[in-house]
């Protein structure tokens, strides 16, 4: 017998050499009880012919490999050949092989007609060669890895078809369900795991992606009316691991692989069940939106610490937070760790990702996460992070939303008290730290040290009536933080100093120097550290800059501890003062605002000399920023974020914004200003050219009114896409009376170099009426597509000339009355316009 098997297998496999279909099933028909004999044998030869080597060279034998293949699982006892099926897959040599015999496993599996047992056992083969696929980036070929991939999960998949037909059958005749179709479900949630969560980041067509696990998603919701059954797995998992372990225990060896699919399997099977609206329709609503949060969360900490799942894990945490109503989450959620823990995984994505937009999103996303919080569980979060996070900018930003909790408690009504009193001066004793004292790095701690004395500075200046027990605090906030922080940034300018001198002395001995290897050695010579580590080799030019940038931030430090100094020197004056002292101090203050020098002197002879040097410095740093700013708002407007990138191209930290507290506002009125006094240059040199040259021709004043317009009008185009929103922010309530005196400096000059030197009612009409063609002009030139503005500049002319009418309308009036009544009607009509361009109307 052993014989005639062994001269069997041989002719077998001489027949699939000469790709002799016909003759290699004639010889497994002859004796169909040898061939049940030696059926494993059998079967390893034909197996060994389905390999991508041999359909590449020999497709005939590959093909005649299939087919006889095929007979036997159509013909053969089909448990006993499955059985055989079995003891190969975990062997494939590569994903043709796999293919191949599932392709023919599929005929064999379905003659049985009780499969339960023998598909438990598939699934779990299935399962060992899955997880054993290689990554692409574990490769030397990615793109054959990932191609293996997704033709693995195609033939699985399709294997699995008729499988789920015959489940959903089962189940509309058994209430209780059928076990095949619980397989299936666990198979297909297992199939969204490694290695197929992990890789769309290496197929470079995303739709086979998407295809693919739309595939499965289908399938896994026809098996089940309730798809959100098993979205307490992972939770239970994490909250009582030994009844998991005891649950693991209790499951019969071959059915173990149900209980092993990954977490991360879960998370991207949920992700897309819940995200993906056509998939969303299917779940039963009934389920809570906290309770989904809850499970969730579990999902985000997975997928957010995954480099492969980070992009997924933020679309499904927002997507969920955003069911989620605002301040509706109280503390009590917070005794499930999850919660906290969250954070660790979306700050490493803030601080560290590689992808600017996954960083930009994550930080969205932290900020949503903790909107849905009240203030009671908002206040023990941020406590937790500042007790958790060490890098210097998170620390800023979660300041941030501390000082605005602080304004919403302040503006809500009844007055909150989370964020005031001794709850407020247990976190300010976190922000207002300094670990070394006044020997911590300043330069590494600059981003929140900034933050801080910005919202120090807040809190002195918002809160006169010490509502928020910020005057009990002074003290401690002098001791332990602001003297410290003084010297501090003392020693950390003398040090850069240093290291800046000798950068330059460096650079003037190596003027003449011209051995390559001695100007790279030099180059390393002199050091550069912060936060105690040394940073890499870099040229001389650019060591000076990062020093030069260092001492700027150090200055921008100093300026803002200088007023918040101030802040607290003048309570103490306040406390000190008589009532005639308090109306002398209020008088100053509100000088201070105008921006009066003269004013301010004489309210206030005490100053020194040193504080009007830095309110000066102060002055020319925020003008060095606003100018640097404008370059940056045809891209982000007139906003916070464009004043954040010109004070970084200038070498200031991006959170020196603080220094404007009136925001936007502050680089309209900035950019006004600078066009206003541009304009006034340029007439007055016009006007000294006539002067000292009596032969010059000499312009009408209308002609002189429309060029000063034009050209006034000419300084705006250049920002005309975001100029309605300069005028939204300066229609403003508080920004009204600075636009209107803007406005009227500005017809007022044209008016004075246009020869205007009248001093009765003809001043006033003449510069609104002037005022109102300006406005009108500049809204018209806004709608203007015309080349070079031309129908523009012809609208100007023709507001000029209807002025000119008017004015010969009743300059000839025979009747004082009618011309008193129409100079009364001109003049309301332009008060009128003026006020609806304002917005006052």
């Known amino acids: 017998m052993a014989n005639m098997m062994t001269h069997v297998v041989n002719q077998i496999t001489n027949f699939l050499d000469e790709c002799n279909t016909e003759k290699a099933i004639e010889l497994l028909k002859a004796d169909s009880s040898v061939t049940e004999e030696g059926l494993g044998r059998i079967m390893s030869v034909v197996v060994l012919n389905l390999t991508s080597s041999v359909l590449q060279h020999k497709k005939a034998a590959f093909e005649c490999s299939s087919n006889v293949l095929m007979f036997i699982a159509e013909n053969c006892d089909p448990k006993i050949t499955i059985l055989e099926f079995l003891k190969h897959v975990p062997h494939t040599s590569d994903h043709v092989n796999f293919c191949a015999i599932l392709n023919t496993m599929r005929s064999c599996i379905m003659r049985i007609e009780n499969k339960g047992k023998v598909i438990d056992w598939c699934l779990e083969r299935f399962q060992m060669y899955i997880l054993n696929l290689s990554l692409p980036d574990k490769v030397d070929d990615p793109e054959a890895a990932s191609d293996g991939i997704i033709h693995t999960y195609k033939a699985v998949i399709v294997f699995l078809e008729p499988l789920v037909e015959e489940a959903i059958d089962i189940n509309s005749k058994q209430e209780e369900g059928s076990v095949l179709g619980d397989y299936l479900l666990s198979f297909f949630i297992f199939l969204c795991g490694k290695p197929f969560c992990c890789l769309n980041k290496y197929i470079g067509e995303e739709p086979v992606y998407e295809e693919l696990m739309d595939n499965i998603v289908t399938q896994a919701l026809r098996l089940t009316g309730d798809i959100l059954y098993s979205l307490d797995t992972v939770s239970q998992r994490k909250r009582r691991p030994t009844y998991f372990k005891a649950q693991c225990r209790a499951v019969p060896h071959d059915q173990i692989w149900t209980l092993n699919i990954s977490n991360m399997a879960y998370a991207n099977f949920y992700f897309y069940v819940i995200t993906k609206e056509n998939y969303w329709v299917n779940v039963p609503q009934v389920y809570n939106s906290y309770y989904i949060l809850e499970m969730c969360a579990y999902f985000f900490e997975k997928l957010l610490s995954k480099d492969c799942s980070i992009s997924n894990g933020l679309i499904f945490m927002e997507h969920v937070i955003k069911r989620i109503s605002p301040h509706s989450v109280d503390s009590k959620v917070l005794e499930l760790d999850i919660y906290t823990e969250l954070f660790q995984p979306i700050t490493k994505v803030m601080i560290y990702s590689n992808n600017d937009e996954q960083r930009k999103k994550a930080v969205r996303v932290f900020q949503e996460y903790i909107e849905i919080f009240n203030m009671e569980a908002r206040y023990t979060i941020i406590f937790h992070l500042y007790e958790i996070v060490e890098h210097s900018g998170l620390l800023s930003f979660i300041t941030g939303i501390f000082k605005s909790s602080i304004i919403q408690c302040l503006d809500s009504t009844p007055r909150n008290p989370q964020f005031l009193g001794r709850n407020m001066e247990l976190l300010l004793k976190k922000v207002c730290n300094l670990p070394h004292g006044s020997s911590s790095d300043m330069v590494e701690m600059s981003d929140e040290i900034i933050t801080a004395l910005n919202l120090l500075r807040f809190l002195f200046i918002r809160d006169k009536n010490n509502e928020t027990g910020i005057w009990n605090m002074v003290d401690m906030l002098k001791n332990d933080y602001l003297n410290p922080l003084r010297k501090g940034i003392d020693l950390c300018k003398a040090h850069w100093r240093v290291k800046t001198k000798d950068l330059e002395q460096q650079k003037k001995d190596l003027v003449k120097e011209e051995d390559y290897s001695k100007l790279m050695k030099a180059n390393m010579e002199v050091t550069l550290t912060v936060g105690s580590e040394q940073l890499p080799a870099m040229p001389l030019s650019q060591k000076t800059c990062i020093c030069y940038q260092v001492l700027n931030g150090l200055d921008v430090m100093e300026s803002i501890l200088i007023r918040v100094n101030e802040c607290i020197n003048m309570n103490e004056k306040f406390t000190q003062k008589s009532d005639e002292c308090f109306r002398c101090l209020w008088t100053s203050r509100a000088l201070l605002v105008d921006q009066s020098e003269n004013d301010n002197r004489n309210a206030e002879p005490q100053q020194s000399g040193h504080e009007e040097n830095d309110e000066e410095y102060e002055k020319n740093i925020k003008t060095k920023i606003l100018s640097a700013s404008l370059k940056f708002v045809p891209d982000m407007g007139w906003s916070k974020q464009a004043i954040s990138a010109g004070a970084e191209s200038v070498g200031y930290p991006g959170v020196i914004h603080g220094l404007f507290p009136n925001g936007s506002a502050a680089l309209v009125l900035y950019f006004y200003s600078m066009c206003n006094r541009e304009l006034n240059q340029i007439l007055e040199k016009e006007a000294m ?31 005309k896409k975001s100029w309605p929103q300069a005028m939204a922010i300066m229609t403003l309530p ?60 012809l609208f100007l002319e023709r507001r000029i000339q209807d002025t000119l009418q008017v004015q010969m309308m009743l300059s000839s009036s025979n009747k004082p009355d009618e011309a008193l009544n129409r100079v009364t009607e001109t003049a309301t009509a332009v008060f009128i316009t003026a006020r609806n361009i304002l917005g006052l109307n």
């Open 689 to 719: 050219v006539i002067e000292t040259d009596s032969s010059s021709p000499r312009k009408t004043p209308e002609q002189q009114v429309r060029d000063a317009v034009e050209t006034r009008l000419r300084m705006v185009i250049p920002y």
């Open 734 to 793: 508080p920004n009204v009376p600075t636009a209107l005196a803007n406005l009227l400096t500005l017809v007022d000059d044209i008016c004075y170099y246009a020869g205007d030197r009248s001093v009765d009612i003809n001043w006033y009409i003449r510069r609104m009426i002037l005022a109102t063609i300006y406005k009108s002009t500049e809204l018209y030139m806004l709608q203007d597509r015309s080349e070079d503005h031309k129908e523009t500049w």
